[in-house]
């Protein structure tokens, strides 16, 4: 599986994932940033008048933490989860499919409310 590529705007932490794009603007969900067009604007720096900021003020941005969407845990490339058998310095990407939040996917209740709470409940926060 391909890593994702994500690009973070350097002057206001914006983040462009082509997980979802920009379809509001016209550009569809999995669009690579290298192919979004060449007037691409920040949409928030376009927006609350800091300038005209184009492809040129991204960098490549790598996501070292998650957090769940259901419960708040954020789980810590840093930290990992060694009782869990995920050392130190393990990337998200390279938990395993059936990784559970240790949180909430541990409590039926909430596995009965929203189905299993895995991988795709976690989405990458920025770490400033």
């Known amino acids: 599986m391909e890593k994702v590529k994500r690009y973070r705007c350097k002057y206001c932490n914006y983040i462009y994932s082509p997980m979802r794009g920009e379809p509001h603007r016209g550009i ?3 669009t690579a940033f ?27 941005w790598e996501p070292t933490k998650y957090v769940c969407k259901i ?8 930290r990992g989860e060694p009782l869990r058998g995920y050392p130190k310095g393990t990337a998200f990407e390279d938990l ?14 909430i596995s009965k409310f929203h189905g299993p709470v895995g991988k795709s409940q976690f989405e990458p926060i920025l770490d400033v």
């Open 71 to 78: 419960c708040g845990y954020v789980y810590d490339k840093k």
């Open 34 to 60: 290298e192919d979004v067009p060449e007037d691409y604007v920040c949409p928030v720096c376009g927006a609350t008048g800091k300038g005209q900021i184009g492809k040129w003020g991204f960098e490549l």
């Open 28 to 30: 569809p969900a999995g």
């Open 96 to 109: 395993p499919e059936d990784y559970v939040c240790p949180v909430c996917g541990m409590d039926p209740q």
